[in-house]
């Protein structure tokens, strides 16, 4: 089942705006993930927050983690046409406090980013 | 760039047939994930080896799913007596486990099966 819910499920900008991507998740987490998938590609993973950390940089991505609202949210600045992807994001419940790396993922942003 | 390998990247198979998949992770990743994804949709779990012991399995693999990690390296996903609600593409991903770490996942680029 999907733990994650993403908002919006789909999201067009123009090439030098800034795009935000929230998700809402259910249970208590070890960390929560952000990837990023082409069209017919893998998944790439962009940036990691874990549950005791607020807010993490890379780059030009922004996560915020808000454990007591069970909600993150990335933000990419500046973007470019190359950032249209997918973007999703994903938590690891773990075992006993333990990350073994079983992900729970949301649907989804699609994000396009107009030239 | 010695990353995740999936073979094949497509394949299409009739309803009833086995078909096979592999996955060659990172060659010193401990940790190795099957996933399965439909359009529109994020992954789902659905198995993970901690070197060639399989530890979990999800409700979603059922009996004619299969999945191995001989040795510790590659794996293989096979499922039998294929449905068409198996379409779906699957992903592999690996990982370097660490106690209690927190490692992400590097991924394939899938495997995209069809079944008619």
């Known amino acids: 089942s999907q733990q994650g819910e993403e908002d919006p499920q789909a999201l067009s900008i123009q090439e030098g705006e800034n795009a935000t991507m929230n998700c809402s998740y259910k249970?208590?987490?070890?960390?929560l993930q952000w990837y990023r998938q082409n069209s017919g590609r893998g998944l790439v993973h962009l940036i990691l927050i874990r549950s005791n950390e607020r807010e993490k940089h890379s780059g030009r991505l922004r996560v915020t983690l808000d454990t007591s609202k069970k909600s993150s949210s990335l933000l990419i600045t500046a973007s470019r046409a190359a950032d249209t992807a997918s973007y999703f994001c994903?938590?690891?419940?773990?075992?006993?406090?333990?990350?073994?790396?079983?992900?729970?993922f949301g649907q989804g942003t699609i994000l396009t980013v107009h030239p | 760039d010695t990353g995740v390998s999936q073979n094949p990247r497509h394949k299409i198979t009739k309803r009833g047939q086995n078909v096979t998949f592999r996955c060659d992770p990172i060659?010193?990743?401990?940790?190795l994930y099957w996933y399965r994804q439909t359009l529109g949709q994020g992954p789902e779990f659905l198995t993970y080896f901690q070197n060639e012991a399989q530890l979990e399995k999800s409700r979603l693999l059922s009996d004619r799913f299969s999945a191995e990690r001989p040795k510790g390296s590659f794996s293989t996903l096979e499922i039998q007596r294929t449905e068409q609600g198996d379409s779906a593409m699957y992903l592999c991903?690996?990982?370097?486990?660490?106690?209690?770490?927190?490692?992400?996942?590097?991924f394939g680029n899938g495997t995209r099966l069809t079944v008619t």
């Open positions: 249970t208590s987490i070890n960390n």
């Open positions: 991903a690996s990982s370097l486990g660490r106690a209690r770490g927190n490692s992400p996942l590097h």
């Open positions: 994903a938590t690891d419940a773990g075992a006993g406090g333990t990350s073994y790396g079983k992900l729970t």
């Open positions: 060659s010193e990743h401990n940790r």
